[in-house]
């Protein structure tokens, strides 16, 4: 299965989703063991869990759609979508019209629970948070709030529900609404092998509203143990801000960019994983020259938007905000980059933030901690 999540505030849909797949299919090697952020796949005579494929289709500069469940019905769904949308006016009516007409001669009648879509759609006015199948009734509804599908337990659906009404109240920019969403929801499968039901890897989306789509901006991700980043800081004599050396304290940098439709992620050791879809990127191949064959060095210039730091023996998330330029942050500063070392210097604000800890709970909205930093140098 899969796990994709939408919400909506006054003036956006947001939409986001994992990169794991699930097939009975057993042919094929693996070329990875793990996915981008360490999980292991699965992968034997009963089932395929992959890291895979971006489960978010950008139909057109004002429609989404994510789904969850059986791949081969939700091409065929999505792709009646499409085909139909070039036919009709655009309007949420007509939309809501051409989903019905496309799931009813293309999902099967005999499984309820095949697929789930969750679609954003936005006119010239407003932007619209659909959902197709959500509860396994195969209605389509449109949605005020929240709304999620896929495989993943209900407890996490809970918790991201009730994460979800929490920021939505805070006075964030959309766009860092949607990286603070995503960068919790990530961390779901650093503190649980979520794998086993189906979900993991990359967590990404998109937002909507009547100025057009904006996917998720590029990402660092780092995993740390606070255990070993107080020792080695503790040993440190050097006056702050202190120097690290991120391999050391066996972590994990994740740097994950979006170009034209389709994921890249990198890890430490340089080695690029891409994540697409047929209607993100139908001619990959133009994509790629594109992208890596006339651009080899589009991980190397080290400046992402975001900077997300993951406590793997706590739950805390740090996330960096307009890290444009990384040599002038006031927090940090990268030194070296790739090969299997990520050296860092930390000053003592950062530092603190990312030794913090909550008491802990069996509740984890109440022990997360989450702090948010905006870099002003940028």
């Known amino acids: 299965m899969s796990y994709v999540f939408g919400w909506k505030t006054e003036s956006s849909v947001f939409i986001s989703c994992d990169t794991a797949l699930t097939s009975s299919k057993k042919e094929g090697n693996l070329r990875f063991s793990k996915t981008s952020f360490g999980e292991n796949h699965i992968f034997n005579e009963d089932m395929r869990i992959t890291e895979e494929m971006l489960k978010i289709f950008q139909l ?18 999505v792709n009646n979508i499409k085909i139909l949308l070039q036919f009709r006016e655009s309007n949420i009516d007509s939309l809501i019209e051409i989903i019905k007409q496309s799931t009813e001669n293309c999902v099967p009648e005999d499984n309820d629970s095949s697929i789930g879509l969750i679609v954003g759609f936005s006119d010239s006015n ?62 779901y499968g650093i503190h649980d092998y979520l794998i086993k039901q189906g979900v993991g890897g990359i967590i990404t989306g998109a937002m909507l509203n009547v100025h057009g789509i904006l996917w998720q901006r590029d990402t660092t991700h780092l995993l740390y143990n606070s255990i070993d980043l107080s020792k080695k800081v503790v040993n440190n004599t050097a006056p702050p801000p202190k120097v690290v050396n991120i391999d050391n304290l066996s972590p994990q940098v994740v740097n994950i960019i979006m170009r034209d439709g389709a994921i890249v992620s990198q890890d430490m050791y340089e080695q690029k994983r891409i994540y697409g879809n047929i209607f993100n990127t139908p001619d990959f191949d133009l994509w790629y020259k594109r992208h890596l064959n006339n651009n080899p060095e589009i991980f190397n210039n080290k400046k992402p938007k975001y900077f997300v730091f993951y406590m793997i023996d706590s739950w805390n998330i740090t996330i960096l905000c307009g890290t444009n330029k990384i040599k002038n942050s006031k927090y940090f500063n990268v030194s070296n980059w790739g090969g299997g070392e990520f050296y860092i210097t930390i000053s003592q604000l950062l530092m603190d933030k990312l030794l913090k800890k909550k008491q802990k709970s069996k509740d984890v909205f109440k022990s997360l901690t989450i702090n948010r930093i905006l870099d002003e140098e940028q």
């Not at 989404?64 to 469940?69: E, S, T």
């Open 60 to 77: 057109s500069n004002n429609i989404l759609i994510g789904f969850a469940g059986d791949n081969d019905v939700a091409f065929d769904t």
């Open 126 to 187: 407003n932007s619209y948070l659909l959902s197709y199948n959500f509860d396994g009734t195969r209605r389509i509804l449109v949605h005020d709030d929240t709304v999620q599908i896929g495989s993943i337990s209900n407890e996490f659906k809970i918790l991201t529900k009730k994460f979800i009404e929490a920021f939505v109240n805070h006075p964030l920019p959309d766009s860092e609404l949607l990286i603070t969403i995503n960068s919790i929801v990530q961390s």
